[in-house]
């Protein structure tokens, strides 16, 4: 019995800032993702490039230059499709501009030319912590209403331009992730004050979901064969109670409902119930309108595609909603963590799935999932990366146990497939590659692109459509 469908869609996935790099090129603007002095998950940022400083997104793996041969790489294992970002200032420097970049636009255009020569179905994240830095600098992020004007913009123009060429979109890249990743999700600078940080968070998300809302609005007419999704990560969904002790099972299940908001609000076009409460607990009155409700309601989005790392534990007394800045987690002794203390737990993937079929009963997406680690060049000269191949063949074996759970997963793309920049700690050495790429975190290195053993590893799992695991 096969257990993937037919029409499963296998690839990969980057995102323009950690991959591009060519980051002033064919006038391009500033993104936040330019002026993170760390990775972008950290508070530490600089508001403008600090001259002599070592960007890791400026070059990246200069993907803006090399696409052509590293597509012609990752179709080697066989990816049918294949998922990146359109950089928003890439075609907006600044956001505000009356006429696009036509470079910009340009570049894309031979982007997704050459992954249909490929083979490669297109999958856009409209916008990967990559909001343009003048629309941080001017407004505050996403915590102004006027980013969604910008937003609807930007989307107008590359549906015009490119919904022709590509089927599946997502708004906003880990949605639910902007009380921890603050600065590039929401592009914020969250306040000290937790119930500001509240405010500040589920304001930012609410004019995010209104754009989300005006983006289905749009590709209903601009391109209404297009399937339009939301994302999130998922990895802050799944948290377990750090012990049976009723705080903690209480306090997990509270952790979850924080992403459930995304969701709902976007799959089932209202917020759930239990946000008064959280609004009303840290003293919060958002800024809503009912027209802003209607056309949330009336634009609800097709699919969610979701990131799924690791799990984590909940204790009593760790932060909830963004008044501490998101989940630590403690320690779970029965299962194995990476060198940045991820969490290995394919079984968690599997749960995820069917808490999202059980909830949303929607077609869902795993659009990042995949081991950072360091990987080192054997004396035979080639990488040899055991633990990512079984990273792989583990989730991807729990994710066949979700679709014979009936879960309705369409597609999986591995995150890096090809070694890019992290964006939690903005290092080269945190690897998630099939294929190494010759560049450290100080800058060194030729870019040259080697095949690691886990390239055959996914070939050969897709060659087999799953049938191997
Ligand atoms: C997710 C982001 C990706 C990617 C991934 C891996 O939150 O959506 O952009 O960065 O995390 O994290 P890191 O790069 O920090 O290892």
């Not at 080697?76 to 910009?104: H, K, L, Q, V």
Request: hydrophobic share 35%; net charge negative; glycine share 8%.
């Amino acid at each position: 019995m096969t257990v993937f469908p037919t029409d499963f869609l296998w690839g990969g996935a980057i995102a323009a800032n950690q991959a591009e790099g060519a980051w002033q090129t064919d006038g391009k603007g500033p993104s936040i993702a330019d002026v993170t002095t760390h990775g972008i998950g950290k508070s530490e940022h600089d508001k403008a490039v600090v001259s002599g400083h070592y960007y890791p997104n400026h070059e990246a793996i200069d993907f803006y230059h090399r696409y052509q041969t590293d597509l012609t790489l990752m179709a080697g294992m066989g990816f049918n499709c294949f998922r990146t970002s359109i950089a928003w200032s890439r075609i907006y420097p600044t956001g505000e501009e009356d006429t696009p970049n036509e470079a910009g636009l340009a570049y894309y255009d031979r982007l997704f030319a050459k992954m249909h020569e490929l083979g490669m179905t297109p999958i856009v994240t409209i916008s990967h912590y990559e909001t343009p830095l003048a629309l941080h600098d001017k407004y505050g992020g996403w915590t102004s209403k006027k980013l969604i004007p910008l937003y609807e913009k930007f989307c107008r123009t590359i549906f015009t331009r490119y919904g022709h060429v590509v089927p599946y979109w997502m708004t906003f890249n880990e949605m639910n992730n902007t009380h921890t990743i603050w600065y590039a999700a929401a592009a914020i600078d969250l306040a000290d004050d937790p119930d500001e940080r509240v405010r500040q968070t589920f304001q930012a998300e609410h004019n995010m979901y209104v754009a989300n809302a005006k983006a289905v609005q749009l590709a209903k007419t601009l391109m209404p064969h297009a399937h339009m999704g939301i994302m999130l990560s998922l990895s802050q969904a799944a948290v377990y109670p750090a012990t049976c002790a009723p705080a903690n099972v209480f306090g997990a299940m509270q952790m979850q409902r924080r992403t459930w908001v995304s969701a709902d609000v976007q799959l089932k076009g209202h917020y759930p119930a239990f946000v008064a409460r959280i609004l009303r607990d840290h003293h919060v009155t958002l800024d809503v309108t009912d027209d802003e409700l209607a056309l949330i309601a009336e634009n609800t989005s097709e699919f969610l595609g979701f990131s799924y790392y690791r799990s984590s534990t909940y204790k009593a007394g760790m932060g909830l909603y963004g008044d501490t800045g998101g989940v630590k987690g403690a320690p779970n002794p029965y299962l194995e963590a990476t060198d940045w203390g991820w969490q290995i737990d394919p079984l968690g993937l599997r749960w995820m799935c069917n808490l999202v079929q059980d909830r949303y009963s929607c077609p869902m997406m795993v659009v990042e999932n995949g081991l950072g680690m360091k990987d080192t060049v054997a004396p035979d000269g080639r990488i040899h990366d055991p633990a990512r191949s079984d990273y792989l063949i583990k989730h991807l074996q729990a994710l066949g146990e979700a679709i014979k759970d009936g879960c309705n997963v369409i597609g999986y793309t591995w995150w890096g497939p090809i070694d890019i920049v992290s964006a939690g700690d903005g290092q080269m050495s945190k690897r998630y590659g099939f294929i190494y790429v010759d560049k450290d975190d100080t800058g060194n290195g030729t870019l040259a692109r080697s095949k690691k053993d886990s390239f055959d590893t996914y070939q050969h799992i897709i060659e087999t459509n799953g049938e191997c695991l």
